[in-house]
Every structure is written in structure tokens, then in C-alpha cells.
């Protein structure tokens, strides 16, 4: 049983560029949520995607948008990057339609922008 | 706001010994609390999650409490080994929330061989 993934595992972008980033969940989950990570620091929590749908989210900006696809796959989509925005991004799953269930991360993508 | 602090940031111990991670939160209305080992520039691994209802939980070496009144757990290491060096982080998911997750800074501990 392949575990959550994803997908790039580094990345190299400029400022002003856009970034897309790509999870697949855990088998037999259907819930996913974003998370960053900035150096030192504890993740820090975006949104999450349940149904389709973006259920809760986090104190980022619009900048920051997700999708979640049928399959229950999920992107996150990063506009108008910053130099803040290098960091270490981590997806989780979990099943039942709930987040308080053991939540699985991946191995995360790191993103750096110059 | 829920806030989770972790105590203390960077630990050292030779092999063998026994240790304590400490972790607090300002909010005791939680769903449950979860435990990560984080190995640098990798994901996370789960290793211990507490219900509320609960006040411990054990996984081979490893135990860890749950005081929700006091807003506090505590990871309890036991006979440490080399390989157990990494970021140990703790989380909480806040009652009524869909589960997202507040996690603390986590504590980064180093074992001597």
C-alpha cells in the first residue's frame, strides 16, 4: 500500500512565477490538507479538501488556492510567489471524511523561490 | 486562539538514557493530540495519538500522556538510542474543528552514541 506521495520533491522558482504542487492521498482516504513548513518552524496549517470542496482553511492568502480531484488527488496552487513562500510543503490524509483521525504526511515538496 | 509550545527546543543525552519531551497547549477543549518524529528535510511520522478521553497511550518504547485539564503531554522516551535523533514534534486538533491540525515548534533531540 503506497502511502501518501508527492510530487515534485524539490523546486527552484522566481519571484512573481506560479507553482503548482501535487499530493496523492493514502488508500482509502478521501480527505487531504495542506500544510507549510518554514524552517525551524512547526507546519502551519492551509487548507483542507474534502468532497471536492475547500472544507476549512487556514490564515494565508488567496494567493494560496487547492483543488481536489475526483480520485481524491489534490494540487495546491502558489501565484505571485514571494520569498516567504520558500518552505517545505507537506500534505496529510485521512479517511472518513474527518481530519481526527490519524492524520498520514507525505514526504513533502520543497519549494524555493530566488 | 490555540497555541502549542513545546519545552525544550534542542535536547542531547547519551545512549541509554531515558527522557521526557514536554509539550503544552492554551486550550483544553481538543479532539485529540498527536505526536510526529520528523527526520531533517523529510515528512512526518506518526507515532502516538491520544483521544481526549484518554490519558495515555504506549507504542514499544515510547509513551505519552495527556493532562487536558493541565493543557499538557508529555513523550516519554525510554533506554534512547542513536537512531531515535530527530525533530519531535506534538500537535492538537481543537474540538469542533474538521481536524486541521496546530502544531508546536517541536523539539529537536540529539542521542550520543
Known amino acids: 500500500d503506497a502511502g501518501v506521495t508527492q510530487s515534485p520533491t524539490h523546486l527552484i522558482k522566481t519571484r512573481g512565477q506560479q507553482v503548482t504542487l501535487r499530493c496523492s492521498p493514502k488508500?482509502?482516504?478521501?480527505?487531504v490538507s495542506w500544510y507549510q513548513q518554514a524552517l525551524g518552524q512547526g507546519p502551519q496549517f492551509i487548507f483542507q479538501?474534502?468532497?471536492?470542496?475547500?472544507?476549512q482553511r487556514g490564515n494565508f492568502p488567496d494567493r494560496f488556492s487547492g483543488h481536489q480531484f475526483p480520485n481524491y488527488s489534490s494540487e495546491l496552487n502558489v501565484n505571485a510567489l514571494l520569498l516567504g513562500d520558500s518552505a517545505l510543503y507537506l500534505c496529510?490524509?485521512?479517511?472518513?471524511?474527518?481530519?481526527?483521525?490519524?492524520?498520514?504526511f507525505g514526504p513533502g515538496t520543497r519549494l524555493l523561490v530566488l | 486562539k490555540q497555541e502549542v509550545t513545546q519545552i525544550p527546543a534542542a535536547l542531547s543525552v547519551p545512549e541509554g538514557e531515558n527522557l521526557v519531551l514536554n509539550c503544552s497547549f492554551t486550550d483544553s477543549a481538543i479532539y485529540n493530540l498527536q505526536w510526529f518524529r520528523q527526520d531533517p528535510g523529510k515528512g512526518l511520522t506518526s507515532l502516538l495519538l491520544i483521544q481526549s478521553s484518554q490519558r495515555e497511550q504506549t507504542s514499544g518504547r515510547l509513551n505519552a500522556s495527556l493532562d487536558k485539564s493541565s493543557g499538557r503531554s508529555t513523550l516519554y522516551i525510554a533506554a534512547s538510542q542513536p537512531g531515535d535523533s530527530a525533530t519531535y514534534l506534538c500537535?492538537?486538533?481543537?474540538?469542533?474543528?474538521?481536524?486541521?491540525?496546530?502544531f508546536g515548534k517541536g523539539t529537536k533531540l540529539s542521542v550520543k552514541p
Open positions: 488508500s482509502g482516504h478521501d480527505t
Open positions: 500537535a492538537v486538533v481543537h474540538g469542533g474543528s474538521q481536524g486541521n491540525l496546530i
Open positions: 496529510a490524509s485521512s479517511p472518513l471524511g474527518t481530519g481526527v483521525e490519524t492524520q498520514y
Open positions: 479538501y474534502y468532497e471536492e470542496e475547500e472544507r
